[in-house]
C-alpha cells in the first residue's frame, strides 16, 4: 500500500490500534476534548489522520510511512499507519511549534513532505 504524505490516506484499521491504546490515550488527553465521548475523539482522530493536506490541515509523513497531520485552527496533531490505526492524537501545549518541529526532525531523517 502506498502511502501518501500530503493527500488523503484510507486507512484499513478503523480507529486506534487497539481498545487499550484508545483507552490509554482517552485517559490522557481527553481532558482536552470537552464535550467528546471516546468514541467521537476516536472518530475525529481518524477523520483528521485521512485527511489531506491543505488549508488550516498541515502534514507528512516520516520514514516508516507513518501519516502525520496537523490542524492549525483546532490544534490538533495526530499520527497513524493505515493498516494499524491511529497512534495518537492530542493538543500540543507549543501548538503549531511542535508540528514544525516533528516536521522537520522526520523530513531529515527520511520522512516526506
Known amino acids: 500500500m502506498t502511502v501518501s504524505p500530503t493527500g488523503a490516506n484510507k486507512f484499513e484499521k478503523r480507529g486506534f ?15 482536552q476534548y470537552p464535550g467528546f465521548t471516546r468514541e467521537q475523539y476516536e472518530k475525529r482522530s481518524l477523520e483528521l489522520v485521512e485527511s489531506a493536506v ?8 516520516d ?16 499520527k497513524g499507519k493505515p493498516p494499524k490505526g491511529v497512534f495518537t492524537m492530542f493538543k500540543p501545549e507549543e501548538g503549531a511549534a511542535y ?6 526532525e ?3 531523517h527520511g520522512g516526506k513532505a
Open 99 to 104: 508540528y514544525q518541529a516533528q516536521r522537520e
Open 106 to 108: 522526520d523530513l531529515k
Open 63 to 78: 520514514k516508516d510511512d507513518v501519516v502525520v497531520r496537523y490542524d492549525k485552527e483546532a490544534n490538533d496533531f495526530v
Open 54 to 61: 491543505g488549508g488550516k490541515i498541515l502534514g507528512h509523513t
Open 17 to 31: 490500534k487497539s481498545k487499550q491504546g484508545l483507552n490509554n490515550h482517552w485517559a490522557e488527553h481527553g481532558h
